[in-house]
Structures are given as C-alpha cells and as structure tokens.
C-alpha cells in the first residue's frame, strides 16, 4: 500500500443547500486534510479520513459564514472539526466506489457513504505522479444537530434540510 499526500491547491470539499425553497446556496470549506493509503489505481481495501476546519467555511457573504460559525449552526467554537473515517470500501459495477464511513458534525457520529468516481492517474509537469477522485453524498443536516431555520411568509422555509457535498481530490505518493 501506498499512502498518498493530499495537493491541496487542486482539491475542494463544496456543499450546496437549498436557500428560500427556490434557488441554492453553495460553499466550501478552504483548510481540510485526507489521508489515503492503498493503491493508486483501486480503492478496495484502502484507509481514508478527512478531517476539516469548520471555521474555513465560505459562502461568498461574510455575514453568514459567520451565522453559520456560531452555536445556531456548527458551534466552532466548541465543535471546530468535522471527521470522516471510511469503514467500508464497495466497488460498484459501474467501476466505481461506494465509501461507507463514519462522519461527525458536532457531537452526532453518523454512517454516511460517498459515491466515489475514479478520475485517473498521470503525471503532473514536475514529474510528480497524480491520482485523482470525485466523491458525493447528501446528508440531512438536521441529523447533526443543524435545526436552526426561519419560517418564510410566503410558506416554507429560508434553508433546506439536504446538503449536498461534492468532494474533488488530488493525491501524491508521499
């Protein structure tokens, strides 16, 4: 097995919410790990975890990243990471993978699995060899804690339940 570092300059963890029942709010947090050791061409059997900084959370508004810091919503203060840890790895017959692991948000663990898309292997223009993923999932927010929302006066609510996150990864070998 082969552990591989993360390039942090060309991977992003985004997640998307519907915001007043209409349209969607999209974000990102900016300062994240993963850890992933296995082989550069198959999942299966490998270890992966990712750890992020809640408080690296950006929604393009300052006012509510800052909303979205405090006790109505992620509490970083108290809880400032988000932990994922895979339990079990599935490839699927579309070549794919189902990554099955353990997330918490705040003080709620719960089993959660990504729909894994193997992107490639190369090699970059230093000459560094690069694997490549794309990882999706919904979570309701509201399993972890996330209750805080707004009745609208023209019914339904300012912040949906679903939130879609899109993770996009780009590895060394260490």
């Known amino acids: 097995m082969t ?32 850890d992933l050791e296995g082989n550069s061409e198959d999942l299966s059997g490998a270890s992966i975890s990712f750890d992020i900084d809640v408080k690296s959370i950006t929604t393009n508004s300052e006012d509510r990243d800052n909303h979205l810091r405090s006790a109505d919503f992620f509490d970083t203060e108290t809880f400032p990471s988000i932990k994922f840890v895979a339990t079990d790895i599935k490839k699927t017959d579309n070549g794919e993978y189902d990554v099955t692991g353990d997330i918490t948000i705040k003080d709620v663990t719960k089993p959660v699995t990504f729909e894994v898309e193997y992107g490639g292997k190369g090699t970059n223009p230093w000459g560094q060899e690069v694997v490549a993923f794309s990882a999706e999932t919904k979570l309701n927010r509201k399993e972890f804690g996330l209750v805080w929302n ?25």
């Open 3 to 34: 552990k591989f570092n993360l390039d942090v300059a060309h991977s992003s963890i985004d997640f998307s919410v519907k915001h007043m029942m209409v349209s969607k709010v999209k974000g990102s947090f900016t300062n994240f790990t993963a």
């Open 150 to 174: 707004q009745a609208l006066e023209t019914g339904g609510v300012l912040v949906g339940e679903d939130i879609k996150i899109s993770v996009e990864l780009e590895l060394n070998p260490a």
